[in-house]
């Protein structure tokens, strides 16, 4: 079993939608997680960034954590085209180094 | 500042070369690593450095070596490749080990 489970997808949705793209994974002790994206050919960037269970919102996007199911989940709401992209979810321990472990990426398309 | 930078974009071995896959950094970051990114895999981490002089293995290191010699540069050796060593290659920086990764654009490699 993979420490962090997320499905690759393709996911397609038509241009305003609301995106809901998730990660579960298995080991209680990652403390931080994150999001980034990734364009074609090009190296991912960090989207969202939290330490906690919760929300944490930074404009169209809203990232979610609950430790207790061990599920984080990425929000985006009113999608554009531009958010056509693979979206990588991440954690880390904090005691090891700053290692992270990576989920497979969800390749999402939003059409107009 | 020009971020993460990684030479050469793209590279076609033969099985048994040898390369280096150069990052250099010019953010002042003590923290660096090296990433293979393969379809239906994510992100794995091949080895990361804390600082200069200190380098440490990853969750796929065999097969690549690397060194610190300064703050700015952490090269990735190819010993001798192997076709399973056709992949994506990206460098990571950050301020310190739990801070935010930034990623450099890729070396896209084929060993024949």
């Known amino acids: 079993q993979k420490e962090v489970e997320q499905d690759p997808g393709p996911l397609s949705v038509p241009e305003g939608a609301i995106v809901s793209l998730n990660c579960t994974y298995s080991n209680s002790a990652f403390q931080y997680f994150m999001w980034y994206r990734q364009y074609s050919r090009k190296g991912p960037e960090l989207l969202m960034y939290t330490y906690s269970s919760g929300n944490k919102e930074d404009g169209r996007f809203t990232a979610q954590v609950d430790k207790s199911s061990k599920y984080i989940s990425l929000f985006i709401r009113d999608s554009q085209p531009s958010d056509s992209a693979t979206y990588l979810c991440?954690?880390?321990?904090?005691?090891?180094?700053?290692?992270?472990?990576f989920g497979q990426g969800t390749e999402l398309s939003v059409k107009p | 500042n020009a971020g993460v930078t990684q030479t050469p974009k793209f590279q076609v071995l033969k099985t048994g070369q040898s390369m280096t896959l150069q990052c250099a950094q010019d953010m002042n970051h003590e923290y660096m690593s090296w990433y293979r990114q393969d379809p239906g895999m994510g992100l794995r981490l091949i080895h990361y450095?804390?600082?200069?002089?200190?380098?440490d293995q990853g969750e796929v290191p065999n097969g690549y070596n690397v060194s610190r010699s300064t703050t700015e540069d952490f090269p990735l050796r190819l010993l001798s490749a192997a076709p399973s060593q056709t992949s994506v290659y990206f460098c990571?920086?950050?301020?310190?080990?739990?801070?935010?990764?930034?990623f450099g654009p890729g070396t896209r490699l084929t060993v024949l």
């Open positions: 450095s804390v600082g200069a002089g200190i380098t």
């Open positions: 990571a920086s950050s301020y310190s080990t739990t801070d935010t990764q930034y």
């Open positions: 991440a954690m880390g321990l904090g005691n090891q180094g700053g290692k992270l472990i």
